[in-house]
C-alpha cells in the first residue's frame, strides 16, 4: 500500500507543478500585454485559463481516489490535503490571469499608460510573479525556509498596490486620469494583488506538509521554527 501511496503522491506532484507552469505562462502573458499596451495575448491567457481548469478537476478526482483507496497517514496525508488546497489556488490564480487581460482591454482603450502608471506596475508585476515562482519553487523543493520568504514577499506586493491605488485615486480627483480607465487601473492592481494572495496561501500549504504547522494566520508565523 505505501508503494500506490507513493506512486499516487508522484503523479500529484507532477501535475501541480504542470499547474504552475501553466499559471506563471498566464500571468506572464496577461502583464507583458498590460505592459505594452496591448491586448493581442487575451485569448492566449484564456486558452491557459482552459487548461488550467482542466486539471483542476484532475487533481481534484486523483486526491479524492488515493484517499479512498488508500487511506495515508502522516505526511503523506498532510501532502495530499495541501495539494487540494493548492489546485484551488492556482486555479483562481488563472482567473486572475483572465481578469487583468480583461481590465487592462478596457483600461487601454481609453488611453495608454502614462510613464508613471506604467513603472508603478512594472515594479508590482514582476514582484507578483517571483511570488508565484517562489511558492512553486518552495512546494517542488519541499523547502519550508523558502515559503517563509514568500509570506514575507506579500507586505511589498500590498504596499506597492497601496501606492497604485493612491496614486490613481489622487490623478482622478485632479481629472488628469478618467474615471473610468482609473478604476480599471484600480481592479488590475487588485488581481495582482490576490494572485500575491494566492502565492502566499501555496507558501503557507507547504509548510503544513513540511512541518504540520498552521501558519494561516499572523499571530502563528511569530512561532515558524524550520525543520
Given at each position: 500500500?505505501?508503494?500506490?501511496?507513493?506512486?499516487?503522491?508522484?503523479?500529484?506532484?507532477?501535475?501541480?507543478?504542470?499547474?504552475?507552469?501553466?499559471?506563471?505562462?498566464?500571468?506572464?502573458?496577461?502583464?507583458?500585454?498590460?505592459?505594452?499596451?496591448?491586448?493581442?495575448?487575451?485569448?492566449?491567457?484564456?486558452?491557459?485559463?482552459?487548461?488550467?481548469?482542466r486539471l483542476h478537476i484532475l487533481?481534484?478526482?486523483?486526491?479524492?481516489?488515493?484517499?479512498?483507496?488508500?487511506?495515508?497517514?502522516?505526511?503523506?496525508?498532510?501532502?495530499?490535503?495541501?495539494?487540494?488546497?493548492?489546485?484551488?489556488?492556482?486555479?483562481?490564480?488563472?482567473?486572475?490571469?483572465?481578469?487583468?487581460?480583461?481590465?487592462?482591454?478596457?483600461?487601454?482603450?481609453?488611453?495608454?499608460?502614462?510613464?508613471?502608471?506604467?513603472?508603478?506596475?512594472?515594479?508590482?508585476?514582476p514582484a507578483t510573479r517571483d511570488m508565484v515562482r517562489s511558492a512553486l519553487d518552495a512546494f517542488v523543493r519541499n523547502d519550508q525556509r523558502v515559503a517563509e520568504k514568500v509570506l514575507k514577499m506579500d507586505d511589498v506586493v500590498d504596499g506597492l498596490k497601496n501606492a497604485i491605488f493612491a496614486k490613481t485615486i489622487e490623478l482622478m480627483e485632479q481629472g488628469t486620469l478618467g474615471v473610468k480607465q482609473g478604476l480599471d487601473l484600480i481592479l488590475i492592481a487588485r488581481n495582482l494583488e490576490k494572485i500575491g494572495d494566492h502565492a502566499s496561501n501555496i507558501a503557507e500549504d507547504v509548510i503544513y506538509a513540511t512541518s504540520g504547522q498552521d501558519v494561516r494566520h499572523p499571530y502563528s508565523r511569530t512561532e515558524l521554527k524550520s525543520p
Open positions: 500500500m505505501d508503494r500506490h501511496v507513493q506512486v499516487g503522491i508522484h503523479e500529484l506532484k507532477n501535475k501541480i507543478i504542470e499547474m504552475g507552469g501553466l499559471a506563471e505562462e498566464a500571468i506572464a502573458l496577461a502583464v507583458e500585454g498590460f505592459l505594452a499596451s496591448s491586448s493581442q495575448r487575451a485569448q492566449d491567457v484564456k486558452d491557459i485559463e482552459n487548461r488550467i481548469n487533481v481534484d478526482e486523483l486526491c479524492v481516489r488515493l484517499l479512498a483507496t488508500q487511506q495515508p497517514m502522516g505526511s503523506d496525508l498532510r501532502f495530499i490535503v495541501a495539494v487540494i488546497k493548492i489546485n484551488a489556488d492556482l486555479e483562481r490564480i488563472g482567473d486572475q490571469a483572465v481578469n487583468v487581460s480583461g481590465n487592462a482591454k478596457r483600461a487601454l482603450a481609453g488611453r495608454p499608460l502614462d510613464l508613471d502608471t506604467r513603472n508603478d506596475f512594472a515594479a508590482m508585476c
